[in-house]
């Protein structure tokens, strides 16, 4: 019930990642008026999109312009007329940006973190999922109120997901915030065939 814009042929991306639909899913259900969430790494913003149609108030966070640019006609697309009062898409690197929304004391109800396998960042440094997703769990978590929830998403086919969810929890345990629990997986949906098992790119912990 959802209205998503899919630009076709000019890249290998175009716009949407279908096998995120349950999420997507999962956000337009449970979000309302009262829940504010950060997408990081947002690209067109298809969570903030879901969590908008719900009611919630988006933050969306990446560092290509392109594709922020078309969060707001998505949401004009299902109804929402309110971006400029209720929206935000944020243009940089999300390390920097997590650590400035959390100088300002800002706090959400539901933070994401869907970054690529790889990538290079503002400063022109390589980054790496298998590598820096500690650090990167580090900052977002005091983003996160108490009760909350922290996503976090791999789309990387060869971390496997106990070697990712250690990482989520190092970053967990280095900022003292207590103990954050795993409250749920997601794995990738059934109507995406797979060889053996089909991989949990998804962890969802509950913030004390």
Wanted: glycine share 8%.
């Amino acid at each position: 019930g959802i209205t998503y814009h899919a630009k076709l042929g000019d890249s290998f991306s175009t716009g949407i990642f279908l096998d995120q639909r349950p999420q997507r899913a999962w956000l337009a259900r449970h979000c309302n008026s009262d829940t504010r969430v950060l997408n990081c790494f947002a690209h067109c913003g298809a969570f903030s999109v879901a969590a908008a149609v719900a009611g919630a108030s988006t933050v969306s966070l990446d560092l290509d312009k392109k594709w922020l640019d078309r969060i707001e006609p998505q949401m004009a697309a299902n109804g929402i007329s309110d971006f400029s009062e209720r929206h935000d898409a944020i243009y940089g690197d999300c390390f920097d940006w997590l650590a400035r929304l959390a100088k300002r004391g800002e706090k959400y109800d539901i933070v994401i973190l869907d970054p690529p396998s790889t990538s290079v960042g503002k400063k022109k440094k390589r980054w790496s999922v298998s590598r820096d997703m500690a650090e990167l769990v580090a900052l977002a978590a005091p983003l996160v109120k108490s009760g909350g929830l922290l996503w976090t998403t791999t789309n990387s086919a060869i971390l496997r997901v106990d070697k990712f969810a250690k990482l989520c929890k190092k970053g967990l345990d280095s900022v003292d915030l207590g103990d954050a629990r795993l409250e749920r997986t997601a794995s990738v949906p059934l109507d995406f065939p797979s060889i053996g098992p089909h991989g949990i790119k998804n962890l969802v912990w509950r913030m004390p």
